[in-house]
């Protein structure tokens, strides 16, 4: 199963509104999961099940979709947030990644 | 508190092995679902080699089936990825991962910090 990330980067300012989509290459049901990555770490879950907020993510972080179209929202984004994005389905072995979106600073 | 530590990276030459080590705590080593991923310095991640919950099935990715191992030590609570047959394109930093054991949560919850391969000559 292949994901595809749009858009692979973007540029925005503290407090914007950002969207990220992932878009499977076929039905995966809810079985997406969002990982941010800053440079140097390694990735941390934000949302699994497409939608559900990993304990301790901040409630600024959302996620929506089923089968093959999937989002992860930033209602006010912060500073802490500038980092790629990758979504991640675990629907059918192999597991895939996305190729990532990297979010920086305008 | 949940640990996952990688161990092993190195510099290897091409067509040789190199086996990682993946040591964990604070949870359910034989009842945890726990994987492999690498991360190529500068690119995306890749999902490489999986262990099932119950420890019985393995699952690899396509670039590393007939290559690559899992193993367990459950007295350890050690994971182990054996890798034959390097190839310059196996160079990455490799994260060990277990499985978010929440029903339905489908996903990884805990990561180590990555352990780097380097094959070169």
């Known amino acids: 199963i292949q994901l595809t990330q749009s858009p692979s980067s973007l540029s925005a300012s503290a407090g914007d509104r950002v969207t990220i989509t992932c878009r499977a290459s076929q039905g995966i049901r809810s079985f997406l999961a969002w990982y941010q990555q800053k440079p140097g770490k390694a990735p941390k879950l934000l949302i699994y099940g497409a939608s559900t907020l990993q304990r301790g993510v901040p409630s600024r972080f959302s996620g929506s979709g089923s089968e093959t179209d999937f989002s992860l929202t930033i209602s006010s984004l912060q500073p802490e947030d500038f980092a790629t994005y990758y979504c991640q389905q675990l629907h059918t072995y192999p597991f895939t990644f996305g190729p990532g979106t990297k979010v920086d600073i305008k | 508190q949940v640990q996952v530590v990688e161990s092993g990276g190195g510099v290897v030459q091409p067509g040789r092995s190199l086996t990682l080590s993946c040591a964990t705590s604070?949870?359910?080593?034989?009842?945890?679902?726990i994987h492999w991923v690498r991360q190529v310095p500068g690119k995306g991640l890749e999902w490489v080699a999986g262990?099932?919950?119950?420890?019985?099935?393995?699952y690899y990715a396509p670039s590393v089936k007939g290559r690559f191992t899992i193993s367990g030590d459950s007295s350890e609570n050690t994971l182990y990825l054996q890798m034959n047959s390097l190839r310059p394109e196996d160079t990455a930093v490799y994260y060990c991962?277990?499985?978010?054991?929440?029903?339905?949560?489908?996903?990884?919850?805990?990561w180590g910090q990555g352990t780097l391969v380097t094959v070169s000559s």
């Open positions: 604070g949870f359910g080593f034989s009842s945890s679902g």
């Open positions: 991962a277990k499985d978010n054991v929440l029903p339905g949560a489908n996903s990884f919850d805990y």
């Open positions: 262990r099932s919950f119950d420890g019985y099935t393995k």
